[in-house]
Every structure is written in structure tokens, then in C-alpha cells.
């Protein structure tokens, strides 16, 4: 057994005498020295903030007011508007939510976009009802040193029985914050559920929409524009700019985009309650309701297995289309629609919806077929009528080879299904 | 008499070194003799469930050195494991990892491998041991290649997770609240093959574990560990460096070993004026037809893929024609599919593959068994490596053998003839530099990033402080009014870190070869020029690729694979400037010193040179701007007195000659690559005003090379004294003073004067390196 002890464990070898700190020193030196003559890059530094008055003269700069913490200060800005809070059909929703709960809807402004530690979130938008009246308060991290009282304040502003609601914030905002409390080594805030808007946005809107962002949803869904709106991605650096400068006014625009972010969601919450999610229930829509919102509703019911309410959704859907410009939304839905009857065992009215779609012509009218004579084949135990609705489907299917468009899932079902059904014919008496 | 003849091993040999030409190539044969095992005990308080494990695998006692591993884990000691290939390494740190969860399952364990593949390898062998145990342990790999609907279950429940250091760099450190069950209940970090983190990749390392302790404390975890390394002269110095903390160095294996013998062959010059020497490929080859016919599994390592596909083609060739069975002979590189290389594996160990020819691929770690002979074609560039790869070959009881065929290269040579090196004390030591100035304070910046700094708390050994105020002034970071360092910036720092390379601006290199271009690597800007420059050979993973353009604005390369049997080699003129001496000693005939030297370089050539021989077939020009690079260097300045009696012409070859003899010892001493280190030689140094030889590092700002050379000066000095004058040429060849140039001078004879001036006052000629002259 040897034990070598490391001899150069605070040496440098060759360095006989010079700790690591200075070497250090010195080659830092040189590496300044190269830094000066390169003088654009170099910057003073930053000079910490007196910490007397620093959260009175940040809410006086951004409108807010001081509020005491555990630890030290943090600057809180109120707003309050009317919205009704008229939310009962939450609970129809695909992922239901019980709307009893206090419902705090979140919105985190960060320094990156990131989710790794040093992305701070210094700024926490809270949209909750007081009665009719919507109040969204924003709390405000003065300087990076006071986040142990915001997290505080933060965790006070969650009921533990709350639902929240946030975009995005199952995958960005909630994870980020959930950082910030292990990172002072506490636990998270409890809440009761958390109910994530964009997935819902994207299934239900995003086809008539150019992308699922909350900016592009709320104008197209709830009308709201925005004046002078700070771009999302200039975020960061004004709270930066706001800590090396002390200067709080940067943070009025950040204010006011967090604060439209979170009274979006309110709007966009309430079309959710009392336009959408009661379709599901009553297979009755308002006439305003887009047909392709009733199809993506429909499908995101089916997704969870709710085919009851799929169906209602889509029943509704094809109620409102007509026309042959819409044909190709119409057949897409109708299809949702026969999988749904089909998923409820509802087989002869599948076959019928299949049969109906198919009859129609329309691009997918093979596929179409070719359900009929899944149905005819094993429910209807009709190999004859089976074969025949598979003719229909190879016809079509070798049509569309001439024209160059090969479906190449028909072609291969055929493959198989049209010789099976034939050997059953053959063996079937008369 | 039958080609195909059953016989030992060591038959086999005796004929392959009576067979015409082999025997004039024969520098060494030395008999390792057979060791009979040490035992130990199985320590009392072990669980039973492991000692039942032990039990089933037919283990009733350990090898002393696990017993000794096991018993100082136990006593709260950091420990480095020096032991040899197949000598149950794995169990000194499986077996307390998993008596400490079978004690507490909340206690976790993270595992480091320089590579995916050895991942993989060592969670099959953890997994099969916690399964004869009957013991539950969730164990998994975590890195690139773990589908992401695993990670959060690994992260949360993940009791031993197995890993590499770019993947803790990147993706775990800097999401550490993620992994918090993991460092509030880390226990132990293991690091296996620490001797392949040197150089620069073992600075960052060292600063990536600097910041997994600083996250381990921040969570109240205190980890113990365990270094795994080949045998290098430095190994408990090496674990030291990497992690700030000291060791119980544990050399001494107690497992068996069977009676090997080693041959080292070292074929003669083709031409003794010019120096030109015969690849190793051909007589690799030989021997291993002469084992495989044998019967015997035999393993045969190449350098390059060419080589080792050039010699698989050979080998199955001529096994055809003695009716042998052809799919017995494999191939083995790093191209082929996981599936592929396990089928290869297991064949290795059942006995059905026969013969394989690999590149370092199989070189770590992965369990093939114990094989027959093992024929190295060329010297793999340390001497660890070049027992890892000889330790592949090794029975218990019967005797095997490994043959190691030297290259045309200098290196080649130097270990060729000085078989001490191999046998007795190995002068390699692995150096890093974690106070790197670029290394140290990228980390830094992802360190700020993972936890804010209080005011004096160390980052290694000394306190951070000047170091952030630095980084404040670049605004990455700044101060708040609670005096702690806070990270301020909306940078990922993690991401912007390669651990692979010295500086921060980076040309990446793209393989145009497949559909879809795929980055193959990166190489920093300085090391582009010469490396990657229009027309290079750039060999990455054993495959030749050509670049086909470099897009300097861009920094970007565009290359495709190829298959040549040239390489390439640029020039660069360098002028060096020193700013800083660190230290400097008086000595025969001058003055060592090392410091800080700013670099100006411009590539000008690049020659393309023949795998095989070295030989010089072809050139062209090289337009790249030049650069400075500040980094540390050492050097030997003459005195007047040894200055004065040569003629300028012939002072300038002498340091030349004697500079590249240098150059060769000290890539053995420090395990350098070649492009690690780069000699200048001036006959006036304009700043010493005096004949001065430079070995400059070519990372930016070093990783601690220099100061060791300047430690070992008399060893590097003697060493090259040793190589230059006991060469088997005439004037000089690219072996020892390098390629003769124009000069009509006798390069050897000149530098052998210089060095025997330089190496006097020492030890009489031949030092330390003495041998017979071939």
C-alpha cells in the first residue's frame, strides 16, 4: 500500500511559492491587459444598488406599492378591470377543472428563456376573481438578492386548493418557479390543479390561427390589440438593464405586456367556459362558433377517451357546414365523427357515417369504403356486401394510381383484405 | 509442414520468430512470470445479500487490492484504484455502492466514463450484480442517447446514474434543482479512466467537478470517491488535480496473472542514410497469421481504420487460402452498430470469433474475455494505452503473449528502445491545469450560473472573487447589494463550454459525406489552421476524412470521409515572444526556464506524408491569416560559452535537431499528443540575445506542461540525448533529429554535441535512458 499525498494540491508545479490565488491574479492581469487593448468590449462594473428606499423608489417608478415581506421589501402593482366570472363549464372540458376552486391565473416574466437556475423569473403575474372584478397583481423582485421574501409573497397568493392557469406553464413557468423554491432549498407551493391553455389553444384554434402564441390567439379569438407591446424577446434585457441602472421606469413596458398576458388568459378562460365546453354536454353551439373550433374541441375529447362528448362536438360541427368550399373540413370531421361511433360501439351508425362519407366522393372516400367493409366484414358478418364496399375502394384506389396519387395505406390493406374476403365468400354456402 | 496446426501460444511464437526477417526486427523479449493471486477476506460487515452475489459468481474471497479498496471507502477515505486490465476493478466500486444502498436505498451514486459505449458496458455488469444479489436497484445511463420520456424518471429515481462529464456539464449541473434528490443523497462519484482526463480535456473536467461538489455542498451531500486509472507515474497527483481532494493511492493488484510474453519489434531501416522505415502493418500482420493459424485468439490493434481494414482484408485472405474459416476474423471500430460490436463481444468471449482487428475502440474497458496474443501495429502513444491494449491478451493459467511491432514515427522508436519505460517504472505522468485562465472562468461563468458566489468562497483552491469581478466587468455576471455574485445575462454558459477544446471560437467540422450533413467535431480556431486547412487529411474516430473547404468567416469546414494511405502535416512559422518568466534555474551549458509567450504563427505548407513510412509524397500552400496565442512554453537558453565554436549553419541544425529529439521525450513524459506541444529553435533569441530551444503548449494558456518540462529537465535532456545518439541512422532521420532538409550538415552528430553540452553536468551520457546501441 502507498498513500501519495498530492504535493501540488495548492502549488502549481514549476511555481515553487505561488499559491493558486496568485497565479491567478496574474494571469488574470494578462488577460485584462489584452481585454483594454480591445477597448469596446470592457464595461465598468456594475455598482450594487443603495438597498435603503430601493423598493419605494422601484414602485414609485412603475406605479406599485412596497409590500413588507419575511425578509426584505418587494414591490407589488395592482390592476383591476371587469370580468365576469362566469365559469361553470369548466368542468366540461376535455381535462376537466372543478370551476369552485379559486383560480389564479400565472404568468412569469424571465431573464432567458432557458430553464436551467440562472434563469431568474423577477416577475410574477396573478390574475384571481373578486367577484366580478378581475385583479391582477404583479410581484416585483427589486434586486436579485431579495428573491427569499418573494418567494414568500409569491407562496402566499397560492391557495393550496387553487387551480392554476397558466400557457405554457405545465413545461416553462411553473418548472421555472418550482427551480427558484428547491433552489433555496424549500418546497414548492401546493396548489389544487393547473390547467395549461396552450395545448387546449393549439387543438382547438391554431387551424385558423398562424401559430398557438398567446398574442396571435388573443387577437384572433378574443379581439384584444396591443399598442406598443415590448416583443417577448427584448424581455431580458430590460430587467438587466433595470438592475445595473437602478432606473424602475425601464420596467413599465414589461408591466404592462406581463399584466395583458394574464388578463388574455381571463378572456380566453371565459370562451373556454361558456362557448366551448358545454357543447360537449348539450351538442348545442352558439351560432358564432367556428365549425373548425366544434372539430378541434371533438378531437381533443377523443384524445382523452370521451367519445360522448366527441360526438357531440362533432355532431354540432357538421350541423354548421355546408358548401363545397368547406367539403374537405366536412369530410375531415365526418371521419372524426364515424371513429367516434365507432369507439362507442355504436356499429351500425358508424357504418352509415362511413358509408355517407364515402358516398360523398370526397379525397379519402377509399379509406371511406374500406371502413364499410371492416364493418360489413366483422360486425355484419357479410363477407358478400364486405367485397363489394372493397371493390368500391380498389376502384377508386387504381383511379388514383393513374392520376399519380397512390395511397399506399388502402393499397396495402387491399392487399390483404380483398383475397381474405374471397376465400370467405368460396367458403361460404350459396 | 501444415499451415494449420493446433499449438500453445507460446509455440506459436517461437516458430513466428524463427520465420525469416522477423528475427533481425527483435529489440525486446522480456517473460512477465505467472502471479499467484493475493487473497482477502470478504469484509464481515458486507451485506449478505452481496455476499450471496459474490457466492454465485464462484467469488469466496477478494483480491487484496479489493479488500483494500472496500475497507478504506469504509473509512470515509477518498480513494485511486492503479490496477491493471481485468484484474475485477468494477467490483472495488460496485460493491460498496451497493452495500450503501442496501443499507440506506435513498443513497445514490453517480458514475463518470469518458465514453458512451463504456457506459453501457458497465451498467450491464452493476445491473448483473445487483440481480444475484436479489437486490432492487434502479440503475441507468443518462446521456444523449436516453429517450426523453425515461429522463425525469431517472433524474427522480435514478440510484446509480451512469454518465459522461459533457453530459454532467451540459444537461445536469445546470439543472441541478431537477436532480436534487440526487446530490442530497450523492454518497459516492466514481471516475473511471481518469488518465484520459488530461490536457485540456482534463482541465475542464476538473472544473466540471468543481462545480459538482460546490452543488453537492449546496445540498449537504459530501460524496466520496473513487478514481479508476490506468497505471501512469502520477496517478494519486492526477486525482488530486482533478478534484481538489487527496487520495489513498491503491497500487497493488492482487489478482492473478498467467506468464506473458512481451516482444517488442523494431524493424530495421529500409534505407539507413535517409532513415526511412517500414510501417509495422506487414509484420503485424505475420504474427498475427502466425497465432491465428495456431488456433489461439488473438487480437490485433491498428492506429488507423485504413490500417486495420488493410490488415482484416489481409488476414481473412490469407486464412482462405489455408481453408481457415473466414467469419472468424472481425473487425471492430467505433463505425459499426452497437448491435454488431456486442455480437463481436460475446463471440470475443465464447470462443466463436477468433481473431479481431480493432482500433483503440476496444482499448477501454469493454469485456471481451481474455484472449491469447495481442499484436499492437505501431505504438498507440502512451504507455498506458499500450498496456491497456497488451492487457487484452492474458490467460489465468495458460502463458499469452503481446507483441508490439514499432512504427516508422519518433515516438515509436524512443519506446522501442527503451523498453524500461514499458517494463519498470513508467515516466508518464497525466497533466492538467485546471487554473487554465480560458477554462477556469468559462466554468466559472456556469458555476455563477448555477449558484450565486457569496463573497470568499472558493472555486478550487482560492477564492473567486477577482475572477468574477472580472467576469462582471464583461457583464455576465454582477454584484448585488448582499455582496454575492449573481449571474446576470440571458446565456446558457454550460452550453457555449466544449470540453474538448482550449478556446472559446471554434470551427466546426461538417461531413458532407451521408444525405444529411452531420457535424462531426469542432477544433479551436488556432488548431484549425493546421488541422483542418483545405486539402488536410482529418482523421476523426480512426476514419481519413478530406477537407474539401474551410470557410474561415464562416468557421466552418467541409469535409468528406476517404479512404488514402497519406496523412497530412502543416507547417506553421512561428515567432515567440516571452512576457513572463515564472521560474528559471541555471544549468550545464545555459538556463531552464518556463513562462508565458505570446505566439505569433502562419500556416504556410502542409506536405502529405505516407502512413506506412512517413515518407514525403506531395505538398501544397496553405492562406490563412495569422494569429497570436498567449501560452505557456518552456525553454533551455545557452550560455556564451557553450554558444561559442560553431559555425551558424551548424548551431542552427544542432538546435533543431536536438529541439525535435526534445520534443519526441516529452511527448512520452506528458502523454502529449502530437499537436499538444510545438518547438521553436533560435540560433539569436532576440529576447535572450542567446541560442534558445522552445517547447511551446499549443492550448491556450497551457495546461501546466511547461512547468513540469522545466521539473524534468534533466530527464527530457538525457532522454534526448539517449534517442538522438543512440540512433540506428546515419545523419539524422525523421526518428530522431527529424527529416533532413537541404543541409548537407550531419544533423545527428551536431545535435548529439548540443545535447551531450546540455546533458553534462547531469549524468554521463545515456542517463537515465541507457541501453545497448542497436
Known sequence: ?430 | MRLHQPMTALEALERFLGEPGVAQALAVRRVLPAQAPTFAAVPEWLDQRLLGALTRRGISALYSHQREALEALHDGLDIAIVTPTASGKSLCYNLPVLQEISLDPAARALYLFPTKALSQDQLAELRDLAALAEMGLSAAVYDGDTPAAIRANVREAGQVVLTNPDMLSTAVLPHHTKWFQLFEQLRFIVIDEAHTYRGIFGSHVANVLRRLLRICAHYGSEPRIICSSATIGNPGELAATLTGRRFHVIDRSGAPRGERHVVILDPPPLDARTGVRPGPHWLAYRAALSFLRAGRQTIVFGRARVAVELMLSALREAMREGRGPIERIRGYRSGYLPSERRAIESGLRSGEVLGVVSTNALELGIDIGALDASILAGYPGTIAATWQQMGRSGRRQETSVSILVAGAGALDRYVATHPQYLFEATPEEARLDPENVHVLLAHLRAAAFELPFAPGEHFGAAPADDLLAFLGEEGHVRQADDRRWYWASDNFPASEINLRLGAPENVLIIDTGPERPRVLGEVDLFAARVLVHEKAIYLHDSQQYHVDTLDWEERKALVRPVDTDYYTQAELAVTLKPLEVFARAERAAGSRQHGEVMISSIATIFKKLKLDTHENVGWGQIHLPEMELHTTAWWLALDDQAASGWRRDELDAALVGAGRALQTVASVLLMADPHDLGMVAQVRSPHAERPVIYLWEAAPGGVGMSARLFDRTDELVSGALDLVAHCDCEVGCPACVGPRGESRLDGRALATRLLRLLDAAVAPAGGLGAVAAA
Open chain 1, 1 to 430: 500500500m502507498t498513500t501519495e499525498l498530492a504535493q501540488h494540491l495548492l502549488m502549481l508545479p514549476g511555481m515553487d511559492g505561488l499559491g493558486v490565488d496568485t497565479v491567478r491574479r496574474s494571469r488574470l492581469e494578462r488577460l485584462r491587459e489584452a481585454r483594454v487593448r480591445d477597448a469596446a468590449e470592457v464595461r465598468r462594473p456594475a455598482i450594487p444598488a443603495p438597498r435603503v428606499g430601493r423598493a419605494a423608489a422601484l414602485a414609485a417608478a412603475v406605479g406599485g406599492v412596497v409590500q413588507q415581506t419575511s425578509q426584505r421589501p418587494i414591490v407589488v402593482v395592482e390592476w383591476r378591470e371587469r370580468i365576469e366570472r362566469d365559469l361553470a363549464g369548466l368542468a366540461w372540458l376535455p381535462e376537466p377543472v372543478d370551476p369552485a376552486r379559486p383560480f389564479v391565473l400565472i404568468d412569469t416574466e424571465t431573464t432567458g428563456l432557458g430553464s436551467g437556475t440562472g434563469t431568474l423569473p423577477f416577475l410574477v403575474g396573478l390574475g384571481s376573481w373578486e367577484d366580478d372584478v378581475f385583479v391582477t397583481r404583479q410581484l416585483l423582485l427589486p434586486e436579485q438578492s431579495d428573491e427569499a421574501g418573494y418567494l414568500d409573497a409569491l407562496e402566499a397568493l397560492i391557495p393550496a386548493e387553487a387551480c392554476l392557469v397558466s400557457y405554457n406553464g405545465r413545461s416553462f413557468d411553473w418548472p421555472l418557479l418550482v427551480t427558484r423554491y428547491r433552489l433555496h432549498g424549500r418546497r414548492p407551493p401546493a396548489f389544487g390543479e393547473h390547467l395549461d391553455l396552450l395545448p387546449l389553444a393549439r387543438a382547438i384554434w391554431r387551424h385558423r390561427l398562424p401559430d398557438a402564441r398567446l398574442a396571435s390567439v388573443e387577437t384572433g379569438i378574443c379581439g384584444v390589440r396591443r399598442d406598443h407591446d415590448l416583443p417577448g424577446s427584448l424581455v431580458p434585457a430590460r430587467y438587466l438593464d433595470y438592475l445595473r441602472s437602478g432606473h424602475g421606469a425601464l420596467l413599465r413596458v414589461v408591466l404592462e405586456h406581463n399584466r395583458q398576458d394574464v388578463v388574455s388568459m381571463a378572456l380566453l378562460l371565459r370562451v373556454l367556459a361558456q362557448e366551448l365546453a358545454p357543447v360537449g354536454r348539450t351538442g348545442w353551439s352558439s351560432p358564432g362558433v367556428h365549425p373548425g373550433d366544434l372539430g378541434g374541441l371533438g378531437r381533443a375529447y377523443a384524445r382523452k377517451r370521451r367519445h360522448q362528448e366527441a360526438l357531440a362536438c362533432f355532431d354540432a360541427a357538421m350541423e354548421r357546414l355546408s358548401g363545397p368550399s368547406e367539403a374537405q373540413r366536412y369530410e375531415h370531421i365526418a371521419m372524426d365523427r364515424a371513429r367516434a361511433l365507432t369507439r362507442l360501439g355504436l356499429r351500425q351508425e358508424a357504418e352509415g357515417a362511413w358509408q355517407a362519407i364515402a358516398l360523398e366522393g370526397g379525397r379519402r372516400a377509399a379509406w371511406a369504403w374500406l371502413h364499410v367493409a371492416k364493418h360489413r366484414e366483422h360486425d355484419g358478418a357479410d363477407p358478400r356486401a364486405a367485397l363489394q364496399a372493397a371493390d368500391r375502394a380498389r376502384a377508386l384506389a387504381e383511379r388514383s394510381r393513374l392520376f399519380g396519387q397512390r395511397d399506399r395505406h388502402v393499397e396495402r390493406d387491399l392487399a390483404r383484405r380483398l383475397p381474405r374476403l374471397r376465400r370467405k365468400l368460396a367458403a361460404t354456402p350459396g
